[in-house]
C-alpha cells in the first residue's frame, strides 16, 4: 500500500508564518501538518509514502532526514521548479508512487491513498481502504457540509459532476445542460481518496487541454463518463482544514482529540 501527502502548497493563508516555513511545517499541538499525518498513515500500516514539495522544499528534506523519515521509507517529489496543483503533482510523482515499495518501478497494482497535509480528521483508515473497490478507479471522502463547491454523485453515489454554488457553475457541460436527470447528492469534498494506479493511464487528454498543470478534480471530471469514482462518507466524521491563523488553537484544540 501506498500513500501520497500533498505538501507543496503556499500555505496562503497561513501568512505570515508562511513566509519562512512551507505550510507542512506548521506547528501544531507539538507536531508539525507532516508529521501528523505520517504518523497517522503509519498507525494505520502504511509506511510507503511519498511527498511532493516546493514551497521552501529543502526545509522539508532535511526535516524529513533529520527525523529519520519517522520511521517510513518517504521519497520527495520535487515540485521547486513549478507548483503542479494536485493533479500534476499526482502525475509527477507518477514512478515514486509505482516504485515504493516494490523492485520494479510501475509494476504495481495497489492503490494509492492520496491525502493533504493541511486536513485533519477522524477518519479510519482501515475502513477507507475496505471501501476501495479494485475494479473502480477509487473513493474519494466526502462529507455533507456548507461550502460553495460540492462534488455531485447519482443514485449509486458515482461521481457525475461539480458545481459552485455561488456561481451556478456545474461541470462537465454534458452535466449542465440537464442536471436534474442525474444527480442524486452533492457532497464536500474532504481532500482524501483511494485511487486505483490506473488513474495514470487517464492524464494524456488532461494534460492535452490543460498543460502539466491541473488538479484531480478537473482529471475526475475528465473521467466520469468512462470510469467509477464512488463516494465515501465515514460514519461520525470529524475533519478540519487547518487553513488560517485565526483557526490554529481550534485545531490544536481538534488534534488534541483526535
Known sequence: MKAMIFAAGLGTRLKPLTDNMPKALVPLAGKTLLQWQIERLKAAGITDIV???????????????????????????????????????????????????????GNSNEPILICNVDILSNIDLPTLLNAYNPDEMGVVVVSERDTQRYLLFDEENRLCGWTNIATGEIRPASLAASPNSLIASRLAFSGMQVLNP??????????????????LIDLYLHITEKEILRAYIPENYRMMDVGKIAQLSEAEAFAFSL
Open 51 to 105: 511527498v511532493n514539495v516546493h514551497h521552501f522544499p529543502d526545509m522539508i528534506i532535511n526535516y524529513l532526514r533529520e527525523n529519520n523519515n519517522f520511521g517510513c521509507r518517504i521519497s520527495v517529489s520535487d515540485e521547486r521548479d513549478m507548483l503542479l496543483e494536485t493533479g500534476g503533482g499526482l502525475r509527477k510523482a507518477k514512478s515514486l508512487l509505482l516504485g515504493v515499495g516494490s523492485r520494479k518501478s
Open 198 to 215: 490506473r488513474i495514470f493511464d487517464c492524464m494524456d487528454e488532461v494534460v492535452e487541454k490543460k498543460g502539466d498543470k491541473f488538479s
